[in-house]
């Protein structure tokens, strides 16, 4: 079966740090794939999302992630955090032959002002 | 407006007792999936349905049943035999074709007492 893991759990930054959050999958075929913000309280989001050409993908809020297909890889990064980033996150792909999504574990981000 | 609602938010059941979840979207998508969330593991998949009257397990289906009469609603019965049901559950939808991102809904807080 496919899997997404997500290697940090948590991460505590300061306001106007750098963000890089790694996400990697299992699957060697086409795969479409997605990270989502959970804010407290709130339903999860789509932030962005990589269906094909640029590897480089912008999102919403500043954020950004780049798919390495040799890598397995779909880093979510941010250049300056803010307060409002304070989240969880997760990464999800679905297959091209698959008919359902797949999360990791969540990264939950605490920024402090 | 379009989109997924849950019902209820917070929900407290005695152990023993069956409880059904409630999740209609207006997005006329036809994929509807059910997801638990718990602290540190993440969305994992209870059930999903791809069309009208058909429904396929997920990895943690044990101890829970699903209905798909209808395309804009998927209900989720957590039995009696789910041993740890209490539990943050997420309802999504998306366009089955072309495997485009899942919208979530807000979440149904179950306790079991």
């Not at chain 1, 880093?75 to 999360?103: H, M």
């Not at chain 2, 059910?34 to 943690?60: A, E, H, M, T």
Request: net charge neutral; aromatic share 14%; hydrophobic share 35%.
């Amino acid at each position: 079966a496919q899997s997404v893991s997500q290697h940090n759990h948590h991460v505590i930054l300061s306001e106007a740090a750098s963000l890089e959050l790694g996400c990697n999958y299992s699957y060697g075929g086409t795969v479409n794939l997605f990270w989502y913000v959970q804010y407290p309280g709130q339903h999860l989001q789509l932030l962005l999302k990589y269906f094909s050409g640029d590897p480089l993908v912008k999102g919403i809020k500043g954020f950004e992630a780049e798919f390495i297909k040799s890598k397995f890889s779909f880093n979510l990064r941010k250049p300056s955090v803010q307060w409002s980033d304070t989240a969880e996150y997760f990464c999800a792909v679905i297959t091209n032959t698959g008919n359902q999504f797949y999360f990791g574990t969540g990264t939950s981000l605490t920024v402090i002002p | 407006d379009g989109g997924i609602t849950q019902s209820p938010k917070y929900l407290f059941r005695k152990e023993g007792q069956n409880v059904t979840l409630s999740c209609e979207q207006n997005l006329n998508h036809d994929a509807m999936y059910w997801y638990r969330q718990d602290p540190g593991q993440g969305l994992r998949l209870i059930y999903y349905s791809q069309i009208v009257n058909d429904f396929q397990k997920g990895d943690i289906a044990e101890g829970y049943s699903v209905s798909r009469e209808k395309k804009e609603s998927f209900p989720l019965t957590v039995t009696s035999a789910q041993k740890n049901p209490t539990a943050f559950y997420l309802c999504a939808s998306s366009i089955a074709r072309d495997n485009t991102e899942a919208f979530f809904g807000q979440g149904t807080r179950l306790t079991v007492v």
